[in-house]
Each structure stands twice: as C-alpha cells, then as structure tokens.
C-alpha cells in the first residue's frame, strides 16, 4: 500500500523542519549566539595576537637585511621555529611526524592513508593543547578569586567625597592594585583615608605574587600609624629586597586625604601622573616623588600636597589606560586620555568612571587588552 502524497509531504517538511531545528541549535552553541561579524572580529583580534605572541621570537633585523623576494620564506620558516619550540619535546615530534604524512599522503604504502593519520595527530595534540590551557585557565581563575579578596570590592564612605575604581587584568590575573581605607582611625574619627594605585613591572603570575606582598607589606605599615613619608621609605626598602635587582620594580602612587580639611597629601613614586581636574576645568598633574619602588633602597622622596574643593576630581590610572591599541596599532595616548578628562561632565565618581572607560572601550574596539588597565576616581561634593 503506498502512501498518500500528502502524508508524505508533510513527513519529509517535518524532517526538513527538525533538521534544521538541530542544525540552529547545533550552531548557537558553538557560536554562543554571536552573529558571524562579532566571529570574524573575535578571529581577526585573536590572529593579531598571536602573530605579535609568535613574532616577538622572530629576528626582524635579520629578515629585512635579505632581499624581498627571500623574506616571506625566512618570516614562515621562523613563524614555525617559534611555534615548534613552545611545545614539549614529545608533541615536537608527533608534529613533525604529522606534516611529514601530510607530505606522503600521495605516497601509497600498504594501502595507509596517510592523511587520516595525520589529522588524527592533529587532533590529538590540539586536544592535548586544550587540557593545557583549561587546567591553567581553571589554577588562574582560583588565583583571580585570591587576588579579587586583597582589593576593596566596594569604596569606603568618606565624609564630602565619593569614590569609584574599576580594574580589566590582561589575563585573569594582573600587576595593577588599587586600595582604599582608612588605617588606624576611621572616618568618624576624624581618620585619615590612604589611596594606593600600583603597577607591578611585568604581567600574569609573576606580576600578581609581588602585588599580593605589596598589598600585605602596605596594609601592616600603614596599621602601624605610619607616616605618607615613612610609609613610601619603608615600602621602598621592601620592594628592593623583593626587586630581583631592580628587575621586578613597581611605580605606585600614595596618599591620605583628611575629610575634615579637604587636604590630599601624596607622593609619586614614578608611576603614571593622576589628574586632577578643577570644578571650572583646569587641570594639574601630581608628578612630585621620586623613584619607583624596588629600584633604589636609600632613594629619597618628596611629598606634595593639594587643597581639594567640591565639584574637583581626581583621576589615578595605569600605564594600560594611555597604552592600549586599536586594530591599527595606535596607542590611546595621553592627548585622548586629557581630552577625556577635560570633558568630564560633572557626575558623580561612578558615572565619571564609566565615561572615562567607555571613551577608552570605543578607540579600542574588538582588539585584545595588551595590558592591565586601572582606573579609580576620586571626587569632592559639597559635605
């Protein structure tokens, strides 16, 4: 008995119909539900990454002293030097032996195909790459949370002045450190609120290790009633016998501000100068203060002080803010970043901070962060 055409339409529109249901959903997890532009966005600023990852190991001097002609063949065959010699010395060989197949895949020996050999290498050492990468990216995730317990999640009240931070590591975890307390008495006391932002020389693990020391050799000091100026000469000494010989030095930026009067002291010690912008628009730099820490233990620094008055804000950064790069490679620089500045509306910290960002996020688009970027706003209102 056959069967009707129109039970056999409707069969094969609901085949179709769940094929494509499966295929739909096959694809949304895959792609997270990103449209192919945001893909193709993700996949170009992933491949500028990894050919400035790959390329920091390729000798450009050598390449440009060849002729033209000669130069690509020298760029591939130093390319593939550089991704050879950062797998282990076992996946080394099992690629070799897979390209060598790929090669004899025209070549028939005892009927192998040499080709389904090689994509299986392939494939088993991508997927040996991957369990790499996952168990590292679960250990930096564990020391992200760590990290996430040595800075405030949320600012401290101060008595006439609001405050907001905001930190992007460039992995999971990073060398920036931002803080904000107050030490032995608090704010209803009449204590004195201590601002810290910091950059550790250098990027991921290494970087955060010495902001964990940093951030735990500040918090005892200041606990002991320090002085701004006994608290940098002691930090300093720290940090030199922690510097590697000066290798692993950190600018940094501290101060107190006294609610009571309005007055900021601080000392700079080589970091990235704050901004701070008056309520009718000029703006000074807070520049004074000497070395960074870890470089010299007797270096010597200098304290500065500034009266701050409502509607003023003051702005410290991280070299990631001015340093980061659009798709072309142009630095953010500091003209953009004082530009922004000067424009700053007159909104409260939190608003002030999510201007500055989003001013940074819109020159730098889809490119990866190259570095950690911090941002922490201070603003005076009326009390």
Not at 238 to 244: I, M, N
Request: charged share 20%.
């Amino acid at each position: 008995m056959s069967t009707p055409p129109a039970v056999s339409s409707a069969t094969s529109a609901r085949t179709r119909e769940h094929f494509s249901t499966r295929l739909h959903n096959f694809w949304e997890r895959v792609s997270e539900g990103r449209q192919i532009d945001d893909l193709w966005t993700q996949f170009a600023a992933d491949a500028r990454a990894s050919y400035g990852f790959y390329g920091r190991d390729v000798d450009w001097d050598e390449i440009k002293r060849l002729p033209t002609w000669r130069q690509p063949l020298h760029v591939a065959r130093q390319f593939f030097w550089a991704l050879l010699l950062k797998l282990t010395p076992a996946r080394r060989i099992l690629l070799l032996a897979a390209l060598v197949m790929l090669l004899l895949s025209d070549v028939k020996i005892l009927d192998i195909r040499f080709e389904f050999l090689a994509a299986a290498i392939f494939l088993l050492l991508l997927s040996l790459e991957l369990a790499d990468k996952v168990t590292m990216k679960r250990d930096l995730e564990i020391a992200r949370e760590i990290q996430t317990w040595l800075v405030p999640s949320s600012p401290p009240p101060v008595p006439g002045a609001e405050l907001a931070f905001a930190s992007r590591p460039q992995n999971s975890v990073a060398g920036d450190y931002y803080d904000a307390f107050f030490g032995t008495t608090g704010a209803a006391e009449g204590g004195m609120l201590t601002l810290v932002i910091a950059d550790v020389a250098g990027k991921s693990i290494p970087a955060a290790l010495l902001m964990a020391t940093l951030q735990a050799s500040l918090r005892t000091i200041a606990g002991e009633g320090a002085s701004l100026a006994d608290l940098v000469l002691r930090l300093n000494r720290y940090a030199c016998a922690h510097s590697l010989d000066g290798r692993r030095f950190t600018t940094a930026v501290l101060a107190e501000y006294e609610p009571a009067t309005r007055r900021l002291s601080y000392v700079n010690a080589g970091h990235n100068a704050p901004i701070l912008r008056r309520a009718n628009g000029d703006m000074e730099k807070l520049d004074i203060g000497g070395l960074p820490l870890g470089i010299d233990s007797a270096a010597e620094y200098e304290t500065s002080a500034k009266d701050l008055r409502p509607g003023d804000a003051l702005i410290f950064f991280t070299d990631g803010v001015v340093e980061a790069f659009d798709e072309s490679g142009q630095e953010f620089g500091d003209g953009r970043w004082l530009a922004a500045i000067r424009n700053l509306p007159e909104i409260s910290a939190q608003e002030s901070l999510q201007f500055l960002m989003t001013t940074v996020d819109a020159f730098v688009g889809a490119t990866r962060q190259s570095d950690d970027i911090t941002c922490m706003i201070f603003r005076a209102k009326s009390a």
